[in-house]
């Protein structure tokens, strides 16, 4: 057997040991989003707006594409993810390389709202711990490879959206949502400034509670106003993905543990959430392919 003595390889992993080189220490969180290719930030400056009942569609739409895709829910507060898909009371399980997601519909699912003992148990965090949870959301949840990371904000522009932001770096967009009364839109364009203050793309906008459809009759009543997200996406410079009418059936889904595309496939809701799915994808793909083509150029 040859004896490491006469080895004149410096690129021998013994050589090395002995020599005192020590191996790359990877940073896990980077690790974690080396495999994730794109992150979907879903947020609004309003509550009540229909963030969360998007995001869960948004993330079941992706599936259905044949993407794999995961959902975090970041709102430490008032998580809801679990109640929306039907797995309240479930625990996730721990292995060697972290905390496994809970899976329901075809999708990886993570939440605060797995670690409450009861339903109506307060979380009780402030600003750090707040970031510090998210961060291990989404460091040490076993995500595996997934092509989307969708991520369901609490309103505002407070301290969740801006560590979400911060941890996820390039490679994340925003889809914003709003209703169309004033109140919410004038709440909604700080979310867009505040994506932009933090240079993150914005997909694009989505218009939700936009009027009602009799069931019986399809005569379009109009709840609120109408017009107004098409007018702060064009002042803003951003696309309008999609005008969803209200619909009773979304509300029950969401109170009963199954998803309006998952109940109700046909629907001229589902067919918005697709719509959204399909600008998401194309959106991606475009700043895939630019990011490609300068990484050419540069090389």
């Known amino acids: 057997m040859a004896s490491c003595d006469s080895c004149a390889s410096q690129s021998c992993p013994s050589a090395q040991q002995g020599a005192g080189v020590q191996p790359e220490v990877v940073d896990p969180l980077a690790r974690r989003l080396g495999s994730i290719r ?29 993407n794999r895709v995961g959902l975090l829910d970041i709102d430490i507060h008032g998580p809801s993810l679990p109640k929306m898909f039907g797995v309240e009371g479930v625990r996730p399980e721990v292995c060697e390389d972290g905390i496994m997601p809970v899976r329901a519909a075809g999708i990886k699912l993570m939440s605060m709202g797995f670690f409450l003992m009861t339903t109506g148990d307060a979380t009780i965090l402030r600003g ?26 609490p309103p505002g522009t407070g301290d969740e959206p801006i560590s979400a932001v911060r941890l996820l770096g390039e490679g994340s967009a925003a889809v914003v949502v709003t209703t169309p009364q004033d109140v ?41 106003k109408s017009g107004g997200a098409a007018l702060l996406a064009q002042k803003m410079g951003c696309a309008l993905l999609a005008s969803i009418p209200f619909e009773p059936q979304v509300v ?10 998952l109940a109700f496939p046909d629907s001229i809701n589902s067919q918005a959430y697709r719509a959204i799915a399909s600008a998401v994808k194309d959106y991606c793909a475009a700043t895939t392919a630019t990011a490609n083509g300068q990484v050419a150029l540069n090389a």
């Open 38 to 66: 794109h992150k979907i930030v879903v947020m609004s400056g309003k509550g009540g707006v229909g963030k969360s009942t998007t995001a869960v569609n948004l993330a079941l739409a992706l599936a259905a594409k044949g």
């Open 128 to 153: 750090p711990m707040k970031s510090g949870t998210i961060q291990q959301f989404i460091q040490d949840v076993v995500w595996g490879d997934l092509d989307y990371l969708v991520l369901d904000c």
């Open 184 to 224: 919410a839109l004038t709440d909604v364009e700080k979310s867009l400034n505040f994506c932009r203050e933090m240079k993150m793309p914005v997909v694009g906008l989505v218009e939700n509670m936009s009027g009602f459809i009799c069931p019986h009759c399809g005569e379009r009543s109009e709840l609120f």
């Open 252 to 261: 029950i889904g969401g109170d009963g543990g199954e998803p309006h595309l």
